[in-house]
């Protein structure tokens, strides 16, 4: 079966734009991670949504930063006003919480503002 | 809420030799405890888990142990391989619906 899938791979946009990343989860998967990983560093979490329950958003960074789950399916990461500090790697991850916890990556979507 | 501490930050060894990472974490409830394995290019990949119900847990050359009196876990990877070469993070979850809270990862070279 298709593992967790991101798109696109590689964004580079101008500072000030608006993006949108892409999480296609594992198919049934009722949880969904977004993180941030700048070069080198560690898994910085952004929103969590858990089957129909409102998502934790406590580690966006800004009010620039949204997502959404629509469908409880794929879910969109979208930055407005993008800054160069947004410049990083965009982790989606999925999880079956009920009876498995294993997060599944997808390959993630490096992002690069000018 | 949940706070995740890991040791060292970096981590070199000579092939053959066993490598081991420590972790600690502060929310006593945490009852599941993931090590996940990044490589260069890839998002992390879990390699070996464990439960609070456990003390310790063996998969081939990895090993994890876990003390929930001290709030500590560790990975153990022994004959280190120059493959095992790559940031490793370990993380903790109280409750099935409680998001997971990784550490700051490791970056382990194993040196031919």
């Known amino acids: 079966g298709a593992g967790v899938s991101q798109s696109p791979s590689n964004k580079v946009t101008e500072k000030g734009k608006d993006v949108e990343l892409r999480c296609d989860p594992i198919?049934?998967?009722?949880?969904l991670y977004w993180y941030r990983q700048s070069l080198g560093q560690g898994l910085e979490f952004l929103i969590y949504?858990?089957?129909?329950?409102?998502?934790?958003k406590s580690g966006l960074p800004s009010d620039r930063f949204s997502a959404e789950r629509t469908g409880g399916s794929v879910s969109t990461l979208t930055i407005q006003r993008t800054q160069q500090e947004d410049s990083a790697v965009y982790l989606c991850?999925?999880?079956?919480?009920?009876?498995?916890?294993?997060?599944?990556f997808g390959p993630g979507t490096r992002l690069l503002v000018l | 809420g949940e706070n995740v501490e890991q040791h060292p930050s970096t981590l070199s060894v000579q092939e053959g030799d066993s490598a081991v990472i420590k972790c600690t974490y502060s929310?006593?409830?945490?009852?599941?405890f993931p090590w996940y394995k990044q490589e260069l290019g890839k998002g992390p990949q879990l390699i070996i888990d464990?439960?609070?119900?456990?003390g310790e847990k063996k998969d081939q050359r990895i090993a994890v142990t876990l003390n929930k009196t001290a709030k500590h876990f560790s990975l153990h990877i022994t004959e280190t391989q120059p493959e095992d070469s790559a940031v490793y993070f370990c993380?903790?979850?109280?409750?099935?619906?409680?998001?997971?809270?990784f550490g700051p990862g490791t970056s382990l070279s194993v040196i031919p």
């Open positions: 929310d006593s409830a945490s009852n599941y």
């Open positions: 993380a903790a979850r109280g409750t099935s619906y409680d998001k997971v809270i």
């Open positions: 991850a999925s999880s079956f919480q009920q009876g498995g916890e294993t997060q599944y």
């Open positions: 464990i439960r609070s119900n456990v």
């Open positions: 949504f858990q089957g129909n329950s409102a998502p934790d």
């Open positions: 198919s049934g998967h009722t949880a």
